[in-house]
């Protein structure tokens, strides 16, 4: 065992605990009440001076110690889904349609953990804040904090998130620098054509035909304009037609989303999906409206965090339990949002690939491993001493 790891071994009852009272009470995006309440109690316990209502439900604690004004931000996530839960364990949710289905309960009680150990026998020099981010699901979270001008009054040097992540191995910790979760783009193509008889297409302008079209152009976009290295992905969700059997339509929607990993290559896709979709509709004679929004920016970590927790997981979980040759993930976390402002990192902590921990997130028999709750304290402590060392 590793001097490091298992500093937050005796807090494990306590925040199996805390997961499974969040878990139980899931809350949506922006509607985190009683999980801000919870938090603010716990921390105001710990003698940490607490900030509510940061960005809509967010919650800030700030601890400090010496005189050091070196200073580390850790994030994590407090929203949980809309989903029916299928487990059926005492603690699963309590609110029928609301689960914590992306480990956002565990992410919290490993920062609370954190907490409790760095407020009681922390051993450091400097600030230490605790972000609680609300509806993070939504991509609201971090942009609302940022608002409400989280880094001004919480001036971190670096910020750093953990998210666990089903397909790795339980208790690895995974990191890699650049971009480590995709951007997400959503597209609306309105095709105006001209409806008419299904018998006499001759009389109208099939926007079904235009339409049909476009969904396979659009799959040129990835296999022919972008560089074959470049990784994205453009899906057409839907096709919505104002037609009924016998008659076609006048009008077409097509909807979806695109996912890719710098705003170089984001370009790149909006500006090619827009000429194949104008350029098509046009060969028809039919109308098109192109429009094109970001909804996730990509989470880039920056070089120099990700090599610091790099080292901390290295002392934590050791080599062996260590990965860094994990491939970016094609989700997508409003955590970008942060580092698009400060340095940092997101790394991932494997939830376990055997079943039934390897149910995928946002799936309905998803739980998040307790096993998990000392390594991600464990190395949220190490990370705040070896940053922020006392003298
Ligand atoms: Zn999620
Ligand atoms: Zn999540």
Redesign the pocket.
Known sequence: MNKHAQATAYLHEMMTQWRHDFHAHPELGCEEQRTAATIAELLRGLDIEVHTGVGGTGVVGILKRGHGSRSIALRS?MDALAIVEENSFDYRSKSTGKMHA???DG?MAMLLGAAQHLSNKGNFDGIVYFIFQPA??LGYGAKSMLADGLFKRFPADAVYGM?NMPSLPLGTLAIRPGPVMACEDHFEIIISGKGTHAALPHLGIDPILVGAEIVSALQSVVSRVLNTVDNAVISVTEFIADGTTNVLPTTVTLKGDTRSFTPAVQQQIEIAMGRIAHGICAAHGAGCNFTYSNEFISTINTRTEAAIAEEVARQIVGEERLILDCPPFMAS?DFGEMLRIKPGCFLFIGNGTEDPESAG?HNPRYNFHDDNLTTGADFWVHLVESQLTAS
């Open positions: 996530d992306c480990g956002h992410h993070e699901e998210h976390e997130l």
